[in-house]
Protein backbone atom coordinates (compact mmCIF):
# COMPACT_ATOMS: atom_id res chain seq x y z
CA UNK A 1 0.00 0.00 0.00
CA UNK A 2 1.57 3.44 -0.78
CA UNK A 3 1.65 6.08 1.10
CA UNK A 4 -0.83 7.85 -0.54
CA UNK A 5 -3.34 5.20 -0.44
CA UNK A 6 -2.72 4.71 2.99
CA UNK A 7 -3.66 8.68 3.91
CA UNK A 8 -6.90 7.87 1.88
CA UNK A 9 -7.86 4.79 3.83
CA UNK A 10 -7.46 6.78 7.37
CA UNK A 11 -9.23 9.34 5.94
CA UNK A 12 -11.92 7.92 4.57
CA UNK A 13 -12.06 5.72 8.27
CA UNK A 14 -11.89 8.65 10.05
CA UNK A 15 -14.52 10.43 7.81
CA UNK A 16 -16.83 7.38 8.51
CA UNK A 17 -16.58 7.80 12.18
CA UNK A 18 -16.85 11.21 13.10
CA UNK A 19 -20.50 10.57 10.83
CA UNK A 20 -21.04 7.74 13.32
CA UNK A 21 -20.54 9.91 15.75
CA UNK A 22 -22.52 12.39 14.69
CA UNK A 23 -25.63 10.63 14.06
CA UNK A 24 -25.73 8.99 17.55
CA UNK A 25 -25.39 12.57 18.68
CA UNK A 26 -28.55 13.36 16.71
CA UNK A 27 -30.14 10.17 17.59
CA UNK A 28 -29.60 10.42 21.12
CA UNK A 29 -30.66 14.31 21.16
CA UNK A 30 -34.51 13.25 19.94
CA UNK A 31 -34.57 9.83 21.90
CA UNK A 32 -33.80 11.54 25.06
CA UNK A 33 -34.64 15.14 25.15
CA UNK A 34 -38.32 15.90 26.43
CA UNK A 35 -41.27 16.91 24.35
CA UNK A 36 -42.31 20.32 25.33
CA UNK A 37 -45.77 20.37 27.07
CA UNK A 38 -49.25 20.18 25.63
CA UNK A 39 -50.46 23.32 26.34
CA UNK A 40 -53.65 23.35 23.98
CA UNK A 41 -56.66 21.84 23.72
CA UNK A 42 -57.69 20.06 20.33
CA UNK A 43 -61.19 20.58 18.92
CA UNK A 44 -63.54 17.20 19.75
CA UNK A 45 -65.12 16.95 16.87
CA UNK A 46 -68.77 16.09 18.06
CA UNK A 47 -71.91 16.04 15.80
CA UNK A 48 -75.09 17.01 17.43
CA UNK A 49 -76.50 13.50 18.24
CA UNK A 50 -78.93 12.55 20.72
CA UNK A 51 -76.72 10.39 22.53
CA UNK A 52 -79.49 7.17 22.54
CA UNK A 53 -78.29 4.77 25.30
CA UNK A 54 -77.22 1.27 25.10
CA UNK A 55 -79.55 -1.66 25.98
CA UNK A 56 -76.43 -4.05 26.41
CA UNK A 57 -73.86 -3.03 28.83
CA UNK A 58 -70.78 -2.25 27.09
CA UNK A 59 -67.82 -4.58 27.58
CA UNK A 60 -64.16 -3.78 27.50
CA UNK A 61 -62.96 -2.72 24.69
CA UNK A 62 -66.32 -1.20 23.71
CA UNK A 63 -66.15 0.13 19.88
CA UNK A 64 -69.42 2.40 19.96
CA UNK A 65 -69.18 5.25 18.78
CA UNK A 66 -72.10 6.59 16.97
CA UNK A 67 -70.37 9.68 14.81
CA UNK A 68 -68.63 7.49 12.47
CA UNK A 69 -68.05 3.84 13.42
CA UNK A 70 -72.01 2.48 13.52
CA UNK A 71 -71.05 -1.16 13.23
CA UNK A 72 -68.81 -0.88 10.48
CA UNK A 73 -66.24 -1.96 12.38
CA UNK A 74 -67.97 -4.98 13.85
CA UNK A 75 -67.58 -7.84 10.73
CA UNK A 76 -70.07 -10.84 11.24
CA UNK A 77 -72.09 -13.04 9.63
CA UNK A 78 -74.43 -15.86 11.60
CA UNK A 79 -75.48 -18.57 9.20
CA UNK A 80 -75.77 -21.48 12.05
CA UNK A 81 -79.05 -20.50 12.99
CA UNK A 82 -79.93 -23.49 15.26
CA UNK A 83 -77.66 -22.34 17.81
CA UNK A 84 -79.84 -19.25 18.10
CA UNK A 85 -82.45 -19.40 21.24
CA UNK A 86 -84.91 -17.46 20.14
CA UNK A 87 -85.23 -15.06 17.22
CA UNK A 88 -87.79 -12.07 16.94
CA UNK A 89 -89.06 -9.74 14.29
CA UNK A 90 -90.48 -7.01 15.69
CA UNK A 91 -92.22 -3.58 15.29
CA UNK A 92 -90.01 -1.11 16.85
CA UNK A 93 -92.47 1.33 18.66
CA UNK A 94 -92.57 -0.43 22.75
CA UNK A 95 -89.00 -1.14 21.97
CA UNK A 96 -88.54 0.06 25.68
CA UNK A 97 -91.17 -2.50 27.31
CA UNK A 98 -89.65 -5.49 25.47
CA UNK A 99 -86.08 -4.41 26.48
CA UNK A 100 -86.78 -4.68 30.04
CA UNK A 101 -88.77 -7.41 29.84
CA UNK A 102 -85.98 -9.54 27.80
CA UNK A 103 -83.06 -8.64 29.99
CA UNK A 104 -84.96 -8.90 33.23
CA UNK A 105 -87.39 -11.42 33.17
CA UNK A 106 -86.93 -13.56 30.02
CA UNK A 107 -83.36 -14.40 30.14
CA UNK A 108 -83.42 -14.86 33.84
CA UNK A 109 -86.07 -17.15 33.87
CA UNK A 110 -85.22 -19.41 30.98
CA UNK A 111 -81.46 -19.00 30.31
CA UNK A 112 -81.17 -18.03 26.48
CA UNK A 113 -77.58 -17.36 25.35
CA UNK A 114 -77.86 -17.19 22.00
CA UNK A 115 -80.90 -14.84 20.82
CA UNK A 116 -81.37 -11.45 19.01
CA UNK A 117 -84.28 -9.33 18.17
CA UNK A 118 -84.58 -6.26 15.87
CA UNK A 119 -86.80 -3.63 17.20
CA UNK A 120 -87.02 -2.31 13.74
CA UNK A 121 -89.98 -1.04 10.84
CA UNK A 122 -92.18 -4.29 10.73
CA UNK A 123 -89.66 -6.27 8.16
CA UNK A 124 -91.07 -9.69 9.10
CA UNK A 125 -92.41 -10.72 5.56
CA UNK A 126 -89.01 -9.63 4.01
CA UNK A 127 -87.12 -11.07 6.78
CA UNK A 128 -88.53 -14.61 6.67
CA UNK A 129 -88.65 -15.22 2.95
CA UNK A 130 -85.15 -13.68 2.30
CA UNK A 131 -84.01 -15.62 5.31
CA UNK A 132 -81.65 -11.94 6.12
CA UNK A 133 -81.53 -9.25 8.03
CA UNK A 134 -77.98 -7.22 7.84
CA UNK A 135 -76.47 -3.76 9.58
CA UNK A 136 -73.60 -2.54 8.08
CA UNK A 137 -71.28 -5.53 7.86
CA UNK A 138 -73.30 -7.70 10.10
CA UNK A 139 -75.27 -10.71 8.28
CA UNK A 140 -77.61 -12.52 10.37
CA UNK A 141 -78.87 -15.51 7.90
CA UNK A 142 -81.70 -17.09 9.83
CA UNK A 143 -85.58 -16.89 10.03
CA UNK A 144 -87.50 -15.25 13.09
CA UNK A 145 -89.16 -17.59 15.04
CA UNK A 146 -92.09 -14.94 16.38
CA UNK A 147 -92.81 -12.08 14.72
CA UNK A 148 -95.00 -9.10 16.05
CA UNK A 149 -96.45 -6.40 14.09
CA UNK A 150 -99.68 -4.06 13.17
CA UNK A 151 -102.80 -6.28 11.41
CA UNK A 152 -101.65 -5.08 8.36
CA UNK A 153 -98.20 -7.21 8.55
CA UNK A 154 -100.00 -10.00 10.33
CA UNK A 155 -102.37 -10.28 7.18
CA UNK A 156 -99.57 -9.95 4.56
CA UNK A 157 -97.74 -12.91 6.72
CA UNK A 158 -100.92 -15.05 6.49
CA UNK A 159 -101.11 -14.36 2.69
CA UNK A 160 -97.33 -15.65 2.42
CA UNK A 161 -98.47 -18.15 4.66
CA UNK A 162 -95.57 -17.47 6.56
CA UNK A 163 -97.18 -17.82 9.76
CA UNK A 164 -99.43 -20.59 11.63
CA UNK A 165 -101.84 -20.80 14.32
CA UNK A 166 -104.13 -17.84 14.89
CA UNK A 167 -102.25 -14.62 15.94
CA UNK A 168 -102.34 -13.24 19.57
CA UNK A 169 -103.53 -9.67 19.86
CA UNK A 170 -100.66 -7.88 22.48
CA UNK A 171 -101.58 -4.67 23.29
CA UNK A 172 -103.31 -1.35 22.23
CA UNK A 173 -101.51 2.38 22.44
CA UNK A 174 -102.78 5.10 23.63
CA UNK A 175 -103.21 7.18 20.77
CA UNK A 176 -101.28 10.01 19.57
CA UNK A 177 -99.54 13.25 20.73
CA UNK A 178 -97.33 15.83 19.15
CA UNK A 179 -93.74 15.93 20.25
CA UNK A 180 -91.70 19.69 20.26
CA UNK A 181 -88.42 21.09 21.63
CA UNK A 182 -88.34 21.96 25.22
CA UNK A 183 -90.34 25.47 25.87
CA UNK A 184 -91.99 24.87 23.13
CA UNK A 185 -90.01 27.69 21.25
CA UNK A 186 -93.10 27.53 17.87
CA UNK A 187 -95.71 27.52 20.79
CA UNK A 188 -98.07 24.84 19.35
CA UNK A 189 -100.83 24.71 21.25
CA UNK A 190 -103.21 22.44 19.16
CA UNK A 191 -103.49 20.29 16.12
CA UNK A 192 -104.52 23.85 14.26
CA UNK A 193 -101.48 24.90 14.64
CA UNK A 194 -99.96 22.27 12.16
CA UNK A 195 -101.42 24.32 9.46
CA UNK A 196 -98.88 27.32 10.45
CA UNK A 197 -96.41 28.61 6.99
CA UNK A 198 -93.78 28.90 10.28
CA UNK A 199 -94.18 24.92 11.45
CA UNK A 200 -92.32 21.39 9.98
CA UNK A 201 -94.28 18.67 10.94
CA UNK A 202 -91.92 15.32 11.22
CA UNK A 203 -93.21 12.15 10.34
CA UNK A 204 -92.86 8.69 9.61
CA UNK A 205 -92.09 7.44 5.84
CA UNK A 206 -94.97 6.86 4.18
CA UNK A 207 -92.94 4.03 1.95
CA UNK A 208 -90.98 2.08 4.43
CA UNK A 209 -93.48 2.47 7.16
CA UNK A 210 -96.51 2.94 5.75
CA UNK A 211 -98.73 1.19 9.26
CA UNK A 212 -97.36 4.04 11.40
CA UNK A 213 -97.40 6.76 8.65
CA UNK A 214 -101.05 5.55 8.08
CA UNK A 215 -102.09 5.73 11.49
CA UNK A 216 -100.37 9.20 11.85
CA UNK A 217 -102.16 10.70 8.79
CA UNK A 218 -105.20 9.36 9.61
CA UNK A 219 -105.58 10.73 12.79
CA UNK A 220 -104.62 14.23 11.91
CA UNK A 221 -106.95 14.41 9.09
CA UNK A 222 -110.50 12.68 11.16
CA UNK A 223 -109.38 15.03 14.45
CA UNK A 224 -109.38 18.23 11.89
CA UNK A 225 -112.89 16.56 11.02
CA UNK A 226 -114.43 15.81 14.16
CA UNK A 227 -113.09 19.53 15.64
CA UNK A 228 -114.22 21.21 12.32
CA UNK A 229 -115.76 20.77 8.77
CA UNK A 230 -114.58 18.97 5.71
CA UNK A 231 -113.27 22.13 4.39
CA UNK A 232 -111.20 22.61 7.21
CA UNK A 233 -110.09 19.42 7.49
CA UNK A 234 -108.93 19.03 4.03
CA UNK A 235 -107.40 22.49 4.08
CA UNK A 236 -105.17 21.13 7.04
CA UNK A 237 -104.54 17.77 5.63
CA UNK A 238 -103.43 19.23 1.83
CA UNK A 239 -100.94 22.46 3.34
CA UNK A 240 -99.37 19.18 5.43
CA UNK A 241 -99.52 16.53 2.82
CA UNK A 242 -100.27 17.91 -0.26
CA UNK A 243 -98.69 18.63 -4.07
CA UNK A 244 -96.58 21.91 -3.27
CA UNK A 245 -95.76 20.88 0.85
CA UNK A 246 -92.47 22.54 2.41
CA UNK A 247 -93.78 21.82 5.63
CA UNK A 248 -93.52 17.97 5.73
CA UNK A 249 -90.29 15.98 6.36
CA UNK A 250 -89.40 12.24 7.17
CA UNK A 251 -86.54 10.07 7.68
CA UNK A 252 -85.27 7.24 5.65
CA UNK A 253 -86.83 3.73 7.83
CA UNK A 254 -87.02 4.22 11.85
CA UNK A 255 -89.19 7.10 12.69
CA UNK A 256 -88.65 6.26 16.54
CA UNK A 257 -85.21 7.35 16.41
CA UNK A 258 -85.31 9.45 13.36
CA UNK A 259 -88.23 11.90 13.94
CA UNK A 260 -86.75 13.00 17.86
CA UNK A 261 -83.83 13.37 15.92
CA UNK A 262 -85.08 15.61 13.13
CA UNK A 263 -87.26 18.12 16.02
CA UNK A 264 -83.47 17.92 18.45
CA UNK A 265 -81.39 19.25 14.96
CA UNK A 266 -83.92 21.59 14.43
CA UNK A 267 -84.68 19.97 11.03
CA UNK A 268 -88.60 19.87 12.22
CA UNK A 269 -90.79 21.75 14.73
CA UNK A 270 -92.68 18.99 15.86
CA UNK A 271 -93.82 15.43 14.88
CA UNK A 272 -96.90 13.50 15.73
CA UNK A 273 -96.09 10.20 17.90
CA UNK A 274 -97.91 7.12 19.76
CA UNK A 275 -98.21 8.26 23.01
CA UNK A 276 -95.66 5.78 24.66
CA UNK A 277 -92.85 7.03 22.11
CA UNK A 278 -93.12 10.01 23.01
CA UNK A 279 -93.86 9.41 26.73
CA UNK A 280 -90.22 7.61 26.36
CA UNK A 281 -88.53 10.47 24.74
CA UNK A 282 -89.51 13.11 27.42
CA UNK A 283 -88.33 10.66 29.78
CA UNK A 284 -85.10 9.75 27.98
CA UNK A 285 -84.46 13.35 26.60
CA UNK A 286 -85.86 15.69 29.53
CA UNK A 287 -84.52 18.51 28.58
CA UNK A 288 -84.67 18.44 25.27
CA UNK A 289 -88.47 17.57 24.34
CA UNK A 290 -92.03 17.79 26.06
CA UNK A 291 -95.68 16.61 24.79
CA UNK A 292 -98.51 18.81 23.56
CA UNK A 293 -101.61 16.10 24.48
CA UNK A 294 -104.28 15.55 21.88
CA UNK A 295 -107.15 14.41 24.00
CA UNK A 296 -106.81 14.73 27.64
CA UNK A 297 -103.28 15.84 29.43
CA UNK A 298 -99.98 14.54 29.73
CA UNK A 299 -100.15 12.20 32.36
CA UNK A 300 -103.99 11.13 31.72
CA UNK A 301 -103.91 11.00 27.69
CA UNK A 302 -107.85 10.65 26.49
CA UNK A 303 -107.53 10.50 22.72
CA UNK A 304 -109.87 12.91 20.73
CA UNK A 305 -112.11 11.77 18.48
CA UNK A 306 -110.39 10.58 15.37
CA UNK A 307 -107.07 10.05 17.09
CA UNK A 308 -106.15 6.41 15.92
CA UNK A 309 -105.54 3.66 18.28
CA UNK A 310 -102.64 0.54 16.95
CA UNK A 311 -102.74 -2.11 17.97
CA UNK A 312 -100.23 -4.99 17.78
CA UNK A 313 -100.55 -8.87 17.17
CA UNK A 314 -97.52 -11.88 18.11
CA UNK A 315 -97.91 -14.66 15.36
CA UNK A 316 -95.48 -18.12 15.15
CA UNK A 317 -93.43 -18.01 12.06
CA UNK A 318 -93.98 -21.67 9.97
CA UNK A 319 -89.80 -22.47 10.10
CA UNK A 320 -88.06 -25.14 10.89
CA UNK A 321 -87.06 -25.19 14.35
CA UNK A 322 -85.13 -27.41 16.67
CA UNK A 323 -86.80 -29.06 20.05
CA UNK A 324 -84.94 -26.34 22.20
CA UNK A 325 -85.50 -23.73 19.93
CA UNK A 326 -89.69 -24.93 19.61
CA UNK A 327 -89.35 -25.17 23.43
CA UNK A 328 -88.04 -21.46 24.04
CA UNK A 329 -90.80 -20.49 21.63
CA UNK A 330 -93.51 -21.74 23.18
CA UNK A 331 -92.32 -20.74 26.94
CA UNK A 332 -92.25 -16.68 25.57
CA UNK A 333 -95.33 -17.44 24.10
CA UNK A 334 -96.80 -19.19 26.85
CA UNK A 335 -95.82 -15.84 29.59
CA UNK A 336 -97.04 -13.63 27.09
CA UNK A 337 -100.95 -15.06 27.20
CA UNK A 338 -100.34 -15.65 30.76
CA UNK A 339 -99.50 -11.69 31.61
CA UNK A 340 -96.14 -11.92 32.58
CA UNK A 341 -95.32 -8.64 30.06
CA UNK A 342 -98.28 -6.81 30.91
CA UNK A 343 -96.70 -4.92 33.73
CA UNK A 344 -93.57 -4.23 31.59
CA UNK A 345 -96.37 -2.67 28.81
CA UNK A 346 -98.32 -0.70 31.46
CA UNK A 347 -94.88 1.07 33.27
CA UNK A 348 -94.26 1.93 29.49
CA UNK A 349 -98.07 3.78 29.28
CA UNK A 350 -98.98 0.93 26.81
CA UNK A 351 -102.71 -0.90 27.15
CA UNK A 352 -102.07 -4.71 27.56
CA UNK A 353 -104.98 -6.84 25.99
CA UNK A 354 -105.95 -8.89 28.67
CA UNK A 355 -107.48 -11.71 26.90
CA UNK A 356 -104.90 -13.71 24.65
CA UNK A 357 -106.42 -17.22 25.18
Avoid at 143 to 161: C, E, F, R, T
Avoid at 164 to 169: D, H, L, R, T, V
Avoid at 204 to 233: R, V
Avoid at 258 to 267: A, G
Wanted: net charge neutral.
Amino acid sequence: MTYITQKITMWSIKSILAALILCLGIFTLYTQTELPPIQGRPILYQPDLLPWPQDIHPGNPDLTEPTSNRIYDLHMQIKDCEAMDLILSTSGNYHMALTDFWFDFIIPKYGLQNWYFSTSPPISPEQTNNSILTYTNISLQCQPHIAVGPKGVINALKKDSIIFGEPIPLFTNRGNVLLVKKGNPKNIKRLWDLERSDVVLATSNPYSEPGSFGNYAKSIYHMALHDGNETKALDLFESLFGKNTKKWIVGKRIHHREVPHLIYSDHADVGILFYHLARYMMKTFPHEFEIIPLGGTIENPIPLPGNQIGKLFLARINTKLTKKQSTAREQFISEIRDGAFDPYLEKHHINPIRDRK
